[in-house]
């Protein structure tokens, strides 16, 4: 079945340092979004990225869509430490059953 | 405006039990979404329910059902228990006719333990 592999599991950065976590799809996605969870929390939407090669940016975060909608990126600039959680990626394949699948997510830890 | 609301929020339950969760979506949205979320297999899409229909469904067995009101607030049972069951069950509401095609809001979730 679709998988969306989601890398790396964890990630300590010192604060200032940027962070980036990579989604890779074995099939084409219709749409990517983009969640932030908290622990102990919700998942919270970030972005829908919907169009091939997009690039989306809000404040310190830049997201990126794939040429062939295979991939996708969040890259945070100069970390702070409330960007504490595990970053999400769920993607619907393209022509599909519209059912989304998740990836396992980035946990980000952020040193002071 | 309120948040999506579940309840109740924790639950422990024996196995071969059965179970029902709410979920209140916010004033206005249609679409609802129920997720499981567990350490060994993350965040799994359950099942969507736009106007009372369930629009699709994921790769879950038949214990897990669903329904939606006409007032949008949702349900969803699982029958049969099984401890693979306990998880962080999480609903999500959106303007859209589907979730997946705008913003989610997620709400606090149900967090079940079976025994």
């Known amino acids: 079945g679709q998988q969306v592999m989601q890398i790396p599991q964890y990630q300590h950065v010192q604060e200032g340092e940027d962070f980036t976590t990579y989604c890779n799809s074995s099939t084409t996605l219709s749409n990517i979004q983009w969640y932030k969870q908290r622990p102990g929390g919700h998942p919270v939407f970030l972005i829908q990225?919907?169009?091939?090669?997009e690039v989306k940016k809000q404040k310190r975060l830049t997201f990126q869509f794939g040429e062939a909608k295979k991939n996708s990126s969040l890259h945070i600039t100069a970390t702070q430490t409330t960007d504490v959680g595990t970053y999400f990626c769920?993607?619907?394949?393209?022509?599909?059953?519209?059912?989304?699948?998740f990836g396992r997510g980035t946990s980000l830890i952020v040193h002071p | 405006k309120a948040g999506v609301t579940q309840t109740p929020r924790y639950l422990i339950k024996t196995r071969g039990q059965q179970v029902t969760l709410s979920c209140s979506p916010i004033?206005?949205?249609?679409?609802v979404s129920w997720y499981q979320q567990t350490p060994g297999q993350g965040l799994q899409f359950l099942f969507e329910?736009?106007?009372?229909?369930?629009?699709n469904k994921g790769n879950f067995p038949g214990r897990f059902s669903g329904r939606q009101f006409s007032n949008s607030r949702s349900e969803m049972n699982v029958s049969t228990l099984e401890l693979g069951d306990s998880a962080l069950y999480l609903c999500a509401s959106s303007l859209g006719f589907s979730g997946w095609s705008s913003e989610q809001f997620f709400g606090p979730g149900t967090r079940l333990t079976v025994l």
């Open positions: 990225l919907v169009k091939s090669g």
């Open positions: 004033s206005g949205h249609r679409s």
């Open positions: 329910y736009f106007s009372e229909t369930q629009r």
């Open positions: 769920a993607g619907v394949i393209s022509g599909g059953s519209y059912i989304p699948t």
